[in-house]
């Protein structure tokens, strides 16, 4: 397996920081390390769920149409 490069943490950080960021300002300024990780780990749990609902609420099956069938009609 090969080893991480700085490219790959910069593009990890890239995702992951405003993320801890946007958590950290929201916790306030007493907020640790280790809260902020526990409520981004809930947070993030919460948006994954959400977001598989949401795919699945649309529609299915038969019922799909492009949105191309919907600006010819």
Not at 7 to 16: K, R
């Amino acid at each position: 397996m090969k080893t991480l490069t700085v490219e790959d943490y910069q593009n990890a950080g890239d995702e992951f920081w405003p993320k801890y960021w946007y958590i950290a300002k929201e916790l306030g300024e007493g907020a640790t390390p280790e809260d902020i990780l526990k409520v981004m780990e809930t947070i993030g749990g919460i948006a994954l769920k959400k977001k598989l609902e949401d795919k699945l609420s649309g529609p299915f099956g038969f019922n799909k149409k492009k949105e191309e069938e919907f600006e010819t009609l």
